[in-house]
């Protein structure tokens, strides 16, 4: 269990300093928790690549009890509008986090003989994307109005043209195409600290 403790706490504060500065917008479409959390996928890989695919999976649900502890908190702090997490947002974040975790893991480990660079980027694209999708269409989509009748999301909903410059479509979207966007680009960036930790752990056993 001990070496297992570096991965838990690591994801422990991405997941705790994540759901602090969700809450402190940058620009008009993230928050500064949007540039936290994708290093959640990097201390999955990492952990997949240097201890097998079950310890990862003890990592991610580590995670996933750290965000439903952060999640309760948040729905018990008010903030001007009410409290600072919805319960709907709160469900959307522990769905999309487990499974995108998960996801991940698997396919990292499907890929783990291939390219060094293989895995960690596709299973960190693909969960990336299944996390933005679960998260932004559950938490703020008007079809879905009935997960929690009470909790007004009308502004998120309202038509504009998407990230700006596009086609109109719900506010949500927007945010959700710019959220996945910094996760792209970010799996890109953690390519080189993946390999670098790689290479020095490796070494380090060996």
Known sequence: MHKLLPGILAMAVIVT??????????????TWGAVTYPFAFLVTDLTNRLQGVAAARRVVLAGFAVGLACSFIGTQVMGEFGPLVTLRIAGASGLAFLAAQLLDVTLFDRLRHSAWWRAPLISTVVGSSLDTAIFFSVAFSGALFWLEPGNDVSWANTATPLLGLGPI??????????????KLGIAL???LPFRLMVA???ARVA
Request: hydrophobic content about 60%; aromatic content about 8%.
């Open 189 to 191: 960036v953690a390519l």
């Open 169 to 182: 479509a719900p506010f949500w979207v927007s945010l959700a195409m710019a959220d996945l966007c910094l």
């Open 200 to 202: 020095k752990m490796t």
């Open 17 to 30: 300093a994540s759901n602090i500065l969700v809450q402190i917008p940058m620009g008009g479409y993230l």
